[in-house]
């Protein structure tokens, strides 16, 4: 049973649109983070929040967005979509020093 | 040179067999290992985590060398349902997990 959820799980948009991608958990981690992964390859860290009203970008530059205005809430926003951004996006949240727990992932397609 | 670097295999085994990959992490100070295990398209899941006196976990062992910077897991009596992408994970301080490009495994019958 999922204590972390990712919605949509999957989104075909159009170039130029803004879409903004949900990652919950009910688990009260105080860190989240949001990962880029396109088929094969390795996990890039984009975004990450100690806490509310933290956010840091990761270590693949992003032109998404993110915001923590709630514990269990870390929201990531395209505000103008290209099909560069095609990929699968996974939020995780994790204790200090604990291993992540990732969500199912939104699995988007821009045309 | 990557924080977390493993081979990435595949490597193809017959069911029944025992496989071992290993992974070298360059930060000394590093604090927490895990190994995670990736289904193909979906979300990576935690295997077990990594202790210095070694752990196992039923078919799986885990074990951590500091001195050498490297971390190992053992799969006895491979299954079909084994076969996914294993990825040696590192804390190296600052609530920050590193992950490594992943070791793909495929178990034939």
């Known amino acids: 049973e999922a204590d972390i959820y990712q919605t949509p799980r999957y989104l075909v948009i159009g170039t130029g649109k803004k879409i903004t991608l949900e990652c919950s958990q009910t688990?009260?981690?105080?860190?989240m983070y949001w990962y880029q992964q396109d088929p094969g390859m390795e996990l890039h860290l984009i975004h990450y929040s100690y806490g509310v009203n933290s956010t840091e970008k990761g270590d693949l530059s992003s032109e998404s967005t993110v915001s923590r205005i709630r514990t269990e809430h870390f929201p990531l926003t395209l505000e103008s979509a290209r099909p560069s951004h095609t990929s699968q996006y996974l939020c995780a949240s994790s204790w200090t020093n604990y291993g992540y727990t990732f969500g199912s992932g939104t699995r988007l397609t821009v045309v | 040179r990557k924080e977390v670097e493993q081979d990435p295999g595949p490597f193809n085994v017959p069911e029944g067999a025992t496989v071992a990959f290993n992974c070298t992490y360059s930060n000394s100070a590093s604090q927490s290992f895990f190994w995670y295990r990736q289904d193909c398209r979906k979300e990576p899941k935690l295997l077990m985590s990594v202790y210095s006196s070694g752990n196992e976990d039923g078919r799986f062992t885990a074990q951590l060398n500091r001195a050498s910077q490297y971390i190992s897991l053992l799969i006895r009596d491979s299954k079909l349902s084994d076969s996914a992408t294993y990825l040696c994970v590192v804390n190296s301080g600052g609530n920050m997990l590193t992950f490594g490009g992943g070791t793909r495994l495929m178990v034939k019958p």
């Open positions: 688990m009260g981690h105080d860190k």
